[in-house]
């Protein structure tokens, strides 16, 4: 059993950054596949990055490559995103996600993730 806690949304102005964390608790922590994903209002939950249990292996979605970072640290059970070059069309709600089982790009599909947060919200202002 894992429980996931968001932190660090906020209301910032294009071109800004932003740090979102994730808490995990659970020995197991370090032993899942942690993601982010967003969720924009009338729209489905889309994934932004992944990254592997050991942290050696990461994945985005095209439009973060480059402005987005994810990263974890299994001694305090938290993943993060580092948000960069923030635009207004990254405005969403933005949820961590725990998988035990996915490999590559099959982290990309919510449909497989076992836990959820409770999501944080991001707004971006042009």
């Known amino acids: 059993q894992v429980q996931l806690v968001e932190s660090g949304g906020g209301l910032v102005q294009a071109g800004d950054s932003l740090k979102l964390s994730c808490a995990g608790s659970?020995?197991?922590?370090?032993?899942?596949?942690m993601a982010w994903f967003r969720q924009a209002p009338g729209k489905e939950r889309d994934f932004v990055a992944t990254?592997?249990?050991?942290?050696?292996?990461?994945y985005y979605v095209d439009s973060v490559k480059g402005r987005f970072t994810i990263s974890r640290d299994n001694a305090e059970n938290t993943v993060y995103l580092q948000m960069n070059s923030l635009k207004p069309e990254d405005t969403a709600v933005y949820y961590c996600?725990?998988?035990?089982?996915?490999?590559?790009?099959?982290?990309?599909?919510?449909?497989?993730?076992?836990?959820w947060g409770q999501g944080t919200q991001v707004t971006v202002s042009s």
């Open positions: 996600g725990a998988d035990l089982y996915c490999s590559g790009y099959g982290c990309a599909d919510a449909a497989g993730y076992d836990y």
């Open positions: 659970g020995r197991s922590f370090s032993r899942y596949t």
């Open positions: 990254i592997s249990w050991s942290g050696s292996t990461t």
